[in-house]
């Protein structure tokens, strides 16, 4: 059964303090690792997918990295409207089209 | 911001009834999903609709059950309501049958009493 762990589960970071969430994994054959954003209230937004390993991908202050067991997002110079929960996913081949998603990562930047 | 509209916005039932929550989807979308997501966890995948057709069902009972109509909207329905239904039950819609790039509703905030 495909797995998603994220960790730490909160992180509070003084605007402009730089670091990493961490998401790891075991799935039977990736089609893709997701991230995606959530904010109070509101459905998740798309940010990043990843299809191997090796792969980076970059969007403003956030960048995705993905090895054979786990993908990171850097997170540099935050701002306080990073503030989020930050939600990992896999897709296996084995899933269909099923996202299987972590718990999340709560985010809060603070000026 | 998505297309992506759900309704109700918040929903309040009691056990053993039956609720019907509705998606409407982002334009040009043919697929859509349905997640719950309770309270700190992260979203568990229901089920999957592509013109029409369910095509995808997670772990869940068969009292819940799904729809897609032809103009890409879609109902969630949930019979025999229970305790641990109370979550957020989230739409989203994307294109193709195997789309991965998912554009999320805000969601119907159900609770079961």
């Known amino acids: 059964e495909d797995q998603v762990t994220q960790s730490p589960e909160a992180l509070r970071l003084q605007e402009g303090e730089s670091s990493s969430l961490n998401c790891s994994y075991t799935v039977s054959g990736l089609r893709g690792l997701f991230w995606y954003r959530q904010d109070p209230g509101k459905g998740p937004e798309f940010l990043f997918t990843l299809y191997s390993a090796g792969e980076e991908k970059e969007k403003e202050r956030l960048k995705a990295t993905l090895t054979k067991k786990e993908s990171f997002l850097h997170i540099t110079a935050p701002k306080p409207e990073d503030s989020a929960t930050y939600l990992c996913?896999?897709?296996?081949?084995?899933?269909?089209?099923?996202?299987?998603f972590g718990k999340g990562t709560s985010l809060l930047v603070t000026p | 911001e998505t297309g992506v509209t759900q309704s109700p916005t918040h929903l309040i039932k009691t056990r053993g009834q039956q609720v019907t929550l509705r998606c409407s989807s982002q334009?040009?979308?043919?697929?859509v999903s349905w997640y719950q997501q309770a309270l700190g966890q992260g979203p568990q995948f229901i089920f999957q609709?592509?013109?029409?057709?369910?095509?995808g069902r997670g772990n869940f009972p068969p009292r819940f059950s799904g729809l897609q109509f032809p103009n890409y909207s879609s109902e969630l329905n949930v019979n025999a309501l229970e305790l641990d239904d109370s979550a957020l039950y989230l739409c989203?819609?994307?294109?193709?049958?195997?789309?991965?790039?998912?554009?999320f509703g805000s969601g119907t905030q159900l609770s079961v009493l």
């Open positions: 334009s040009g979308h043919n697929t």
């Open positions: 989203a819609s994307g294109l193709g049958g195997g789309s991965e790039k998912l554009f």
């Open positions: 609709y592509y013109r029409e057709e369910e095509n």
């Open positions: 996913a896999v897709q296996g081949r084995n899933s269909g089209y099923a996202l299987n």
